[in-house]
C-alpha cells in the first residue's frame, strides 16, 4: 500500500479499510487548528466504538469523538478549545462520568512519546515532570497495563542520569514511545503518492504521522508532484509513510487551516452550548453529522457567505477582522 | 466568592476606569524586561505578552509552544494553535522545537513563562488536571498542556490565578506543574534546574516568593482591596508585611491594551 | 549578544571574539557542502591552537584545521570528502602519527549528540552501535575524562530498556550530549538579528547550532528581516540562538552551497594532491590561506571564468554539467 | 593483490566489453527490488541505486543519510552530500529524519541499504574504522559514517568489497556495523532487530550468507574467474559448492549504465 503510486481514496473508504473499532487511533492538529475533522465526522459517522486515541492538545476532534462514543481510552496533554472551550465539555463530562478512561501526559511528553515512535526508539528521555503527580498517577494501571500488550508497562518512569551529572541532569524521566495504528492529519498539499506539505506550524503532527503503522492523509488540494518537487524544502512528509490520500475541501472545518480558512467561531461557540446540554448534543449528533451524508453535505449546511467570511487573507493565514465574539 | 469579594470588585470597577482583568494584564506586563523571550498560553497571559511588547518591552519575543517564535500579533489569538500566531514569525516549527527551546539552558534561561492554573499552594506548585480524587474527580480540567514543562524548564514563571480559598489551598488535589516544590533546594532536590514562580497575579494583587523560604507572600494589594481580603481568600497564611498598594494603570498602558491589543475585547471581557 | 538587533560583524572580529584557542567548536556542513570554510580559514590565519573539535561527516572544514595544526581533538563520524578523498588525508595522517586524539562515534550517534545539546538534554538514546567496537574502544580514556569537566565521564553506555521489551528493543545505546562552546554554521540567507534559512538538506547544523553556546552565522546573502517573515516555514535557525551574522560570499567555496555554487573539483583534487605531500601542503597553506588577507582575496586567487563554471542552476541548484573529473 | 588476480582483472576486462566496477554496480542493481528504499554511501553503491532505478526497479526510491528522499539524479553525486542528490526530492531533511527512518521499524525494514567496508569477517559484520591497533593504527580509514547506524537497522544490507584476503578475516581490527554478530541469534542478543547482510559483491564474484548457520558462502563467480581463485584471496573458508557463474551485464543494463546513470566516468573509471 505505501509503495503505491496512487494513494488516492474516499474518506469514507480510508476510515472503513484502516480504522477498525477498538483500535489505537491518532489524530494531528491542535485545540482548533488543522484537526481533521472531516475524518472525525467520518468516524463517528461510521460509529466506529473502543478507540484508543492518542491526542496531544486537541481540542474539537477528541471532544467529538468521545461525545459521540467512539473514545474508550485516551491519551493526551490538553483537552481544551482556546477561548471557546478551556476544557472541551464532552471531554469534561466523560471523565467526570467515569466514562472515559484517560492517561495524563505533559505536552512535551507527548511531543516526545510521538517522537519515539517515529524514531524506532522505545522511549525518550526529558526533564518535565520530575517531582509531579503526572508520575505517581497512573489512568491505566499495572494491571490493565499487564494484560494488554498495546500498552507499555509503565505510565513512565525516572532513572539516574548515567552520565552523571553531564547537562545538571541527575534525574531524568522516560516516556514510553507511541506507535499508534492509524494516524490521520489534515495537511494543505499532498500529492497521489502522499508526499504531504503542512503550511504553518506542524503541531506534533510530522511526529504522529511518521510514528503510526498506517497513514491517512487529508488534504485541501491535491497537487501534482512536480510542484511539491520542485521545492522540497517546504515539504515535511515523504510518500514512505502514506497510506491513503484525500483530498477534501475544509477538511479541518470547523477548526482552522492556516491560509486557507479561519476556524468558525460560530460554530464552536454553538458546539459548546450544545456540548453543555445532553439533548441539545444529541440533537447536534443527529443534525449535523449523522444526517449528513458526507462532509461535503455537511459544509454545505453553512450559506456561502458565511464560509466566506472564513476564508484565509492570502497575507497573514487567517481571515483577518473575522468577528470572533 | 465570598460578599466582601464581590463588592470588591464592583468597587474598583466603580471607582475607576479599568477592569480587573486590564488591571491583571497590565501588571503581568510589568514584569516582563525588555529582550526576554515570553512563552505565553491562551487568554490573558496573550494579552500580557502582547501589552508588555507594545508598551515596556518592545525587543522582547513572543513565542508559542506550538513553535512559533516571535509571532507578529495583529489580532489577539483566541488559542496558542490559533493561525494569527503563525503570521511572519522568525520559524513555524513544531512543538518538539518550542519545548526543546525551553528545556535547552541557553534559551531556556532567558524565557519567562506566563501560566494559569486551578489551584496553587504557597510554594506556587500548581494544579490543572483535576479538583477531587484522580480517578473520580469532581472537576475535571484539561490536563497540563505545556504547563508541567514550561513550569520545569524555564528561567522563571508569572502565574495568573483567580483568587478563592478553595483555589490557594495547603494541599494540591493533583501536582501538575512545579513552583518551588517544598521550599529551599526543592527544585535541586527532585532533580530540575535553576527556575521557578516568582509572580503570583491575581484579581485581588500581587504575590511573590520570599527569598529564603521559597514561600508566597503578598507584595501588593490593588486599589480598595485590603491586606485582610486576600488572606480572607487565600486558603494558607501569607506574610502581608510587605504589601504596598499596586500602582493601577496609567491611562497610556489602558489605552494601548485596549486599542491595539484587544479592541475587540475577546479577552478582556 | 544573543538579543542585539544587528549582529552584523566581520569574519576576523567574531572569531577573534569567540573562537579562543583550546576552546570547543563545531562547524557545520557535510562531505563537501556547506561547509564553513571562510570561517575555517579565517582560524587558519589566527593561528588558533589547541582546538576540541566537533563535526559530523566533515569533510573539507575538518581536513583543513587538521593539517593547519589547529586541532588536538576530535570527536566525529566520517572524515572524508566523498570522492576527493574517500578519507581525509591530513586527517589520515595526524592520526597516524599520534597527532590527534579522535573519538570515533557514527553519524546517527553523533546527530544524536547534537540534538540532546540542542534538546537541554544530557542523552538520547539509540540501537546503532550494540555490539560493536564504537562501544568498547574509547579514543579518550576514563583517565582524561575524569581530568576534564568539559568531556562527559563515558564515550556512550548502555542501558536495559526501562520498558521491558517496548518497541522490540531491549537493549539501549545512551549517547551523552554535545554543547559546543562555539558552532559556526554557513548558510544561504539570514538577516541582521541572526534568523537564518538554509536551503537544501539541513545536514546536523540545526542541531549543531541550537547545542551551542555562542554561534557564528556566516551568510551568502544578508537579507531583510521582513523577507525571512514572510515565509517563515522555510526557516531553521531563530535570532534568540545566534550571536554574530558574517555576510561573506563564497563563504562555503571549495565546498558546494546548494542554489549558489557548486563544490570546486579542481581546488578539491589539488588539495588532495598537496596535502598527500609533506612539502606542498605546507606551501598549500601559505601561498593560500596564510598569504592571504581574509576570504575575499582567496577567492580572488580564481579567475572569474572558473568561479563562473562554478555557479549552481537556478534549478537544479548546482552547476549542471561542471567537469568533475 | 595477488599476481592470478591482476590477471584475472585484465582478462576479464579484455575478453568481453565491461569493466569490473561496471559488473559489479550491475551486480547490486540486480539485487534491487522494485518498490524498496535504497540507502546509498558515495561511489559505486549510488551508480547501482541509479541502475537499479533505471533499469530494473523505476519504482524504488533513492534514499540518502543527509536526509534526501527520492532524490531525481540527473548527474551522478561524488558525495552524499553533493548538491545533486538535494534536486527535485521529496523532503529535503537532515541526517536526523534519515537516521530515524530507517530506525523506524515501519520504514527500515523496506530499506536495503548499500555499504563498502575496508574489512569484513565470515558474519558479514565490516570494519571501516582502522587497520592495525585502534590507538595507534597503520591505516586510518574515515570512521563509520552511517554505516554502523544503517547496518544496525534496516531489513537488509548489500556490501560492495574489493577481494583481498587482507580484507575478509577471520578477525576484524576494528567492528565498526554488526552483520550476523556471531551466527544465528546473534542480532538479537546483542538487541538489535532483524535485517542483516544479504550479499557482498566483490570484484571476483558474488557471496551470501547461510539460512542456517549465517556464514558466508560463494554464491557466483565472474566469467572467466574460479572457485578456487576466490577461495585463495579469503582469509576464512567458503561454502564453494553452492558457486554459479554470474550471468555477465547485459548491453542494455551496460547502456544504461553508461549513458544514463555515469556518462563522464566519475565513478566507473
Same mark, same amino acid.
Given at each position: ?68 462514543? %467512539?473514545? =474508550? ?84 518512569? =525516572? ?7 553531564? %547537562? ?33 506550524? =506542524? ?123 | ?7 470588591? #470588585? ?54 508559542? +509552544? ?7 500579533? +495583529?489580532? /489577539? ?52 488536571? /483535576? ?32 483568587? +478563592? ?34 509572580? /503570583? ?53 489602558? #489605552? ?14
Amino acid at each position: 500500500m505505501k509503495s503505491s503510486q496512487n494513494k488516492v481514496t474516499k474518506l469514507a473508504a480510508a476510515i472503513t479499510l484502516l480504522v477498525k473499532d477498538n483500535c489505537h487511533l491518532s489524530i494531528g492538529g491542535f485545540t482548533i487548528n488543522r484537526n481533521p475533522m472531516a475524518a472525525v465526522y467520518e468516524i463517528i459517522r461510521q460509529k466506529k466504538r473502543g478507540l484508543h486515541l492518542y491526542a496531544h492538545s486537541n481540542g474539537q476532534g477528541v471532544d467529538e469523538l468521545v461525545g459521540a462514543g %467512539c473514545v =474508550t481510552r485516551l491519551e493526551i496533554a490538553y483537552a481544551g478549545s482556546g477561548r471557546f472551550a478551556p476544557t472541551c465539555v464532552r471531554f469534561r463530562r466523560a471523565v467526570e462520568k467515569g466514562e472515559l478512561k484517560v492517561e495524563d501526559y505533559s505536552n512535551y511528553q507527548m511531543t516526545l512519546r510521538f517522537m519515539a515512535g517515529a524514531m524506532g526508539l522505545p522511549f525518550l528521555p526529558t526533564r518535565s515532570g520530575l517531582g509531579t503527580d503526572i508520575i505517581k498517577h497512573w489512568g491505566f494501571d499495572k494491571a490493565l497495563r499487564k494484560s494488554d500488550e498495546t500498552l507499555p508497562d509503565q505510565k513512565l518512569t =525516572t532513572i539516574d542520569n548515567p552520565f552523571g551529572d553531564w %547537562c545538571n541532569s541527575p534525574k531524568l524521566v522516560l516516556v514510553p514511545a507511541i506507535n499508534p495504528e492509524v494516524t490521520i492529519i489534515h495537511v494543505q498539499q499532498a500529492d497521489r503518492r502522499g508526499n504531504a506539505r503542512i503550511q504553518g506550524l =506542524t503541531f506534533a503532527d510530522v511526529e504522529q504521522a511518521k510514528a503510526a503503522r498506517h497513514l491517512i492523509i487529508t488534504c485541501e488540494e491535491l497537487v501534482e508532484e512536480d510542484f511539491l518537487k520542485q521545492e522540497p524544502d517546504r515539504n515535511q512528509i515523504p510518500f514512505i509513510h502514506v497510506d491513503a490520500v484525500v483530498p477534501i475541501v475544509w477538511g479541518a472545518y470547523p477548526t482552522a487551516c492556516y491560509k486557507h480558512y479561519d476556524y468558525d467561531p460560530r460554530y464552536l461557540n454553538n458546539y459548546r452550548l450544545a456540548a453543555e446540554n445532553e439533548d441539545k448534543y444529541q440533537a447536534y449528533l443527529i443534525k449535523k453529522i449523522m444526517k449528513t451524508a458526507n462532509h461535503q453535505e455537511f459544509i454545505a449546511l453553512n450559506d456561502d457567505e458565511h464560509l466566506k467570511s472564513l476564508i484565509a487573507d492570502p497575507e497573514t493565514g487567517y481571515a483577518t477582522g473575522l468577528k470572533r465574539n | 466568592m465570598p460578599p466582601a469579594l464581590k463588592e470588591t #470588585k464592583m468597587m474598583v470597577k466603580k471607582e475607576t476606569d479599568y477592569s480587573l482583568r486590564e488591571m491583571m494584564a497590565i501588571a503581568a506586563a510589568r514584569e516582563i524586561n525588555d529582550g526576554e523571550i515570553v512563552f505565553c498560553g491562551t487568554g490573558i497571559s496573550m494579552l500580557a505578552a502582547m501589552a508588555a511588547k507594545n508598551i515596556s518591552a518592545p525587543q522582547s519575543t513572543i513565542f508559542f +509552544e506550538t513553535g512559533a517564535i516571535d509571532s507578529r500579533l +495583529e489580532e /489577539v489569538p483566541l488559542a496558542v494553535a490559533d493561525s494569527r500566531v503563525m503570521h511572519a514569525t522568525a520559524v513555524n516549527g513544531g512543538l518538539a522545537e518550542a519545548f526543546a527551546t525551553m528545556q535547552n539552558r541557553f534559551t531556556g534561561s532567558r524565557v519567562v513563562g506566563i501560566l494559569g492554573a486551578a489551584q496553587i499552594d504557597i510554594y506556587g506548585n500548581l494544579n490543572s488536571t /483535576v479538583i477531587g480524587d484522580y480517578q473520580q474527580p469532581d472537576i475535571r480540567f484539561s490536563g497540563s498542556g505545556g504547563a508541567c514543562d514550561v513550569a520545569s524548564f524555564v528561567n522563571r514563571t508569572i502565574i495568573f490565578m483567580q483568587h +478563592e480559598k478553595r483555589k490557594f489551598v495547603e494541599k494540591l488535589d493533583y501536582f501538575t506543574s512545579p513552583g518551588w516544590i517544598d521550599g529551599p533546594g526543592g527544585r535541586k532536590r527532585i532533580g530540575l534546574g535553576p527556575g521557578g514562580p516568582e509572580t /503570583v497575579i491575581t484579581n485581588l494583587g500581587i504575590l511573590r516568593f520570599a527569598q529564603e523560604s521559597k514561600k508566597m507572600y503578598l507584595a501588593a494589594t490593588y486599589p480598595g482591596v485590603t491586606a485582610a481580603e486576600i488572606q480572607q481568600n487565600t486558603g494558607f497564611t501569607l506574610d502581608l508585611g510587605e504589601a504596598e498598594e499596586f500602582p493601577p494603570p496609567t491611562a497610556k498602558e489602558l #489605552k494601548i491594551l485596549r486599542e491595539r491589543c484587544d479592541p475587540q475585547r475577546l479577552i478582556l471581557n
